[in-house]
């Protein structure tokens, strides 16, 4: 198990909420799973999230959850944090799938808000302390009420925050500054949820960030993080915004899974970019703008996959504009 390291940052500080990948007839694609997974830990990824909804977790069964955790742990091994999703709104079902990670080898859970099922505060309460209570494992929350309709409120953080094994926050909320606030008052690591609040996160003391882009702009964001931590604040504003083209055009319409699996094809980590239902594949029309975004963004050249860039040249780009 990679946990626990740094409190401050007890899943790293760079976290790809990592695609599912399956075969055109539908199949988890194990193979391919443990081929980006260790493509992603390689352009600077700390963490990976897996079965969250990026990874189209409503639509994968509970043994293909669990055969996913193992083959991408046993393939990253120590490099980085495999956190399993452990999200339903059924919290007996999200418990079995809690043990079922435990026992495949992950290294901690993300538990989302119940969704559709619009709980209260007590019920949203309860259903996270069942879970933690689960596993041995430590658990991030999941805030994004875009998805679930309700909100963690402040008064369940705090009383969530003194539970032993609840570690850590994703917040999908947009709300820099109640995170401000939260933060310091509960002792949670902070994640963000949006790829484009990384910096803001960062600023308010946040740990880092759990991204749909990382897929692609992983690199991007480790530097960024380490910039912002050396103080070299005009630096990390540098290397983040050579990002924006691909933050937005995998996160724009909504549609994170669907151009992540378009991009990891585009630059030729995956074969396919096949969904499950009621998912579909992005148009050819839509592969084609996006591969303008990543070849504008210096990932693909002449039509042809090329490989990510290196955090240190990265380091070595951004010095020479002056930072």
Do not use: C
Not at 73 to 95: F, K, L, Q
Not at 118 to 135: C, I, M
Not at 152 to 175: C, F, S, V
Not at 205 to 231: C, K, L, N, P
């Amino acid at each position: 198990m990679v946990l626990p390291t740094d409190p401050a940052r007890p899943f790293g500080a760079v976290l790809t909420a990592m695609v599912t990948p399956m075969t055109p007839e539908g199949a988890v694609d194990l193979k391919a799973a443990v081929k980006l997974a260790k493509k992603l830990v390689d352009d600077g990824n700390d963490g990976l999230v897996l079965s969250g909804t990026t990874g189209e977790s409503p639509v994968t069964h509970t043994p293909e959850k669990e055969e996913l955790v193992a083959a991408v742990v046993e393939a990253v091994g120590d490099r980085a944090a495999v956190v399993a999703g452990a999200g339903s709104n059924d919290t007996v079902h999200a418990i079995r799938m809690a043990e079922q990670a435990a026992e495949a080898g992950a290294d901690g859970l993300l538990v989302v808000s119940p969704y559709y099922s619009r709980p209260s505060q007590e019920g949203l309460y309860q259903h996270f302390v069942a879970v933690a209570d689960a596993t041995d494992l430590p658990v991030m929350l999941y805030d994004v009420p875009g998805r679930t309709v309700v909100r963690i409120a402040p008064e369940t953080y705090r009383r969530l925050a003194q539970h032993p094994r609840i570690i850590a926050n994703k917040d999908a909320t947009g709300d820099v500054y109640a995170a401000t606030k939260l933060i310091a008052e509960t002792g949670l690591a902070w994640y963000s949820g949006d790829d484009g609040l990384l910096l803001p996160f960062l600023s308010v003391g946040g740990a880092g960030i759990v991204s749909v882009s990382a897929h692609v702009v992983g690199a991007h964001f480790a530097e960024t993080v380490r910039r912002f931590d050396a103080g070299d604040i005009a630096g990390a504003v540098e290397v983040f915004r050579t990002a924006t083209g691909v933050i937005d055009a995998l996160n724009g319409a909504g549609a994170q899974a669907v151009m992540a699996k378009a991009a990891v094809e585009a630059l030729g980590i995956t074969d396919n970019r096949f969904l499950r239902l009621p998912n579909v594949a992005a148009t050819d029309a839509e592969v084609a703008a996006l591969r303008v975004v990543l070849a504008e963004a210096g990932l693909l050249r002449d039509d042809a996959p090329v490989r990510q860039p290196e955090v240190s040249e990265l380091a070595e780009a951004s010095s020479a504009v002056g930072h």
